[in-house]
Structures are given as C-alpha cells and as structure tokens.
C-alpha cells in the first residue's frame, strides 16, 4: 500500500465492503465496452464520411484502452467472483483483442505495483521523462497520429508480449522479468492461436453482416487514436507528478477528475481513479468512485493536491508540456 496506512482512512467494514465483487457489474462492463466499438462501427456503416470515420477512430481507440483496462482489472483477481472467470474474461474478451495476454499482463503489472517509479518499474520510462516541452510534446502526438507509435508498439507486442519474452514493449513499457518455464515457443504459440481465432472469429460476424470492411476500422484506430489515448493515461496516472517513487502513493499516483466525453475517450472502466487503485489494487474499478468519495471526505487528499487533478486532462495535457 505504498506506506500509506489504508485504516487510517478507511473502516474494516468500508475495505471489506469495496473489496466484494460483483459478476453482473463486472459482466456488464464488458458489454458496455463491446457495445460502444458495435456502435462506433455501426455509424460508419450507416453514414460513412470522413466525419463518422474520424469519430468511431476515436471511441474505439478508447474502448481498446477500455480493454486493456478490463485485462487489468481480470489480472487483480478482484474483479469478477472466481480467478477462473477472471482469467477467461480477461484473457478471451478483452486481452487476445488488443494482443495483451493476461499471462504476461498479470507478473508485468504486480511488478509495476511492488517497485512504483523504481529503476525496477517496467512502466517507469513512459512517465519519467513529463513534463517536457510544448515542442515535443507536439512530436510525441504526431508519432501518435502517424501511425509511427503504434507500429512499433504492435511489432513489440507481437516479438515480445505475445511470446512472454523480456524485452521493450514499447507503449508497456520494459519487462525484464525472468522467462520463466512456461514463456518462450509454448506461450507464444498458444497466445498467437488465441489472437488468430479471437479475430478471426471478429472479422467473420462482420463478413456475416455485409460489412467486412470494418474491422479495417479496428487497425487503424489501433495504430492512430489508441496510442495517443494510451499515452494521456500514461501521463495522468503517474506523469509530471512529485516524485517518481516514494512511500506516499499521493507523491506518485493521481487521480484524474473526468468529464462524460473524457470518460469515453480517456478514461474508460473507472481508470481515472488511479490513486485510489495504487491504494487498494484489489478495490474492483466499479467501486474506485465510492472509495474515492469516502477518501476524500475524510481528508485524505489534504495537503497532496497533485495526486487530485479536478481539471480533467485538459489539466493533465498542461502539466505534460509545462517543461
């Protein structure tokens, strides 16, 4: 818990309470998000214009960082009632999609949280350079937007996140974790047979609705939109904060206050709430708000306004470029 005594703000009753997982919440989560990538693609289908493809890029890029954040929540174990349902959830409706397996995510994540900020943190060289200037900050959104980003993040997951191999993931960051016997040709090779069926099995229910030309919609948003999404929940989590590492997970972690349009965009599946996750990760990210509200009404914010942005990420763009 980062040094943070937890108790000191929350009752046994209030972490026993926001510990408890819910399947018909967890269950519904994933619909959401499916439903919105149906939706982004459906509008296009109807009205194709420059207009309806440049916004379903944008909601389906943050519905596969919506994804992702679904594998994280299944690699917490808290998410839904039983780890098998985790694991299967995680794994085959929302990790095989953005090709992050839940067998990789799930070591590479716990060391995120055990050495936060750390020269051991796999995350730690996508925020320790914020803020930086205006100037390169433009550059960094045009390697987003040109497809330049998210290149080189699909070949890294493909040579190293799939196959579970220590290496630069570019967009997750280095894992430099031991391989382990179970990584290497048999991990990859089961991986890769799950992407390939998941997606077959994606691009064949939009040949069977006339439409196969959508799932082109998916690549492109992957290559463009999501990692510039991707990038934003980067820095609002952890970027331009006071410190890298430290005890006090309010000197690391923020928690980004959002508007409907951001949540759909930025931050979906309760990501914004991140100060709280680091506090408790077990906390499910459908009751982060409640423990958010409970948090902030017994001062726990008080004196750490930089692990509290009320701005949204407009607020959270400023800081990144305030170098």
Request: hydrophobic residues 45%.
């Amino acid at each position: 818990m980062d040094g943070v005594n937890v108790k000191a703000f929350l009752s046994a009753d209030e972490i026993c309470s926001l510990r408890e997982s819910s399947n018909l919440r967890a269950f519904s989560m994933f619909a959401f998000n499916w439903v919105l990538i149906g939706l982004a693609m459906g509008l296009v289908a109807n009205w194709p214009s420059v207009v309806t493809v440049i916004i379903a890029l944008f909601i389906i890029g943050g519905r596969q960082l919506g994804l992702g954040i679904l594998v994280h929540e299944c690699s917490h174990r808290g998410f839904f009632s039983t780890a098998r349902l985790n694991d299967f959830m995680g794994q085959w409706f929302a990790g095989v999609a953005v090709l992050v397996p839940i067998n990789f995510y799930r070591p590479y994540h716990f060391k995120h949280h055990t050495s936060t900020g750390t020269t051991e943190d796999p995350d730690v060289g996508n925020i320790a350079q914020y803020p930086v200037t205006k100037a390169s900050f433009r550059r960094k959104i045009m390697r987003d937007f040109s497809g330049v980003s998210g290149m080189k993040a699909t070949l890294a997951l493909l040579l190293y996140v799939l196959p579970g191999r220590a290496g630069n993931a570019v967009s997750l960051g280095v894992n430099s974790q031991d391989i382990g016997k179970d990584s290497g040709w048999q991990m990859g090779l089961r991986n890769y047979c799950q992407v390939l069926a998941f997606h077959l099995a994606f691009f064949s229910l939009l040949y069977a609705l006339g439409q196969p030309w959508l799932y082109g919609l998916w690549w492109l948003a992957y290559l463009t939109t999501h990692p510039f999404i991707i990038r934003m929940r980067q820095i609002a989590e952890h970027g331009s904060m006071p410190m890298l590492s430290s005890k006090d997970v309010r000197q690391t972690t923020r928690t980004t206050m959002a508007g409907w349009w951001e949540r759909l965009l930025f931050a979906p599946n309760y990501v914004n709430y991140h100060c709280e996750h680091h506090l408790l990760p077990t906390v499910p990210s459908y009751r982060l708000p409640r423990m958010h509200r409970l948090l902030k009404s017994k001062g726990f914010y008080k004196g750490s306004e930089a692990a509290l942005v009320e701005g949204g990420y407009r607020a959270v763009w400023r800081l990144a470029s305030a170098g």
